[in-house]
């Protein structure tokens, strides 16, 4: 039982460290930073795209951003050997 405190205390502190994690993509003069918890902080958009060319970028940017920081979050927990229980 003691190792599954362990653990959790290390999945928290992991989190935690997860909410500080940054990912920033542009495409076609749109940027959009995502943090470790996948939540949208800050959307730039191209004033001389079209709606449709801004929207479609930050669609490309929202899920590049989403898929990069799940991989960062993947490889941290694996490195960090608290994955399975």
Do not use: H, W, Y
């Amino acid at each position: 039982m003691f190792d599954e405190l362990k653990k959790i205390q290390e999945l928290k502190r992991l989190q935690d460290s997860f909410k500080q994690e940054r990912e920033t993509v542009q495409k076609k003069g749109v940027s959009v930073t995502v943090n470790g918890t996948m939540e949208v902080e800050k959307i730039v958009l191209n004033p001389t795209a079209s709606q449709s060319e801004n929207e479609e970028a930050v669609r490309q940017c929202v899920n590049e951003a989403n898929k990069n920081i799940q991989k960062r979050i993947a490889k941290a927990m694996m490195g960090s050997g608290a994955g399975l229980f």
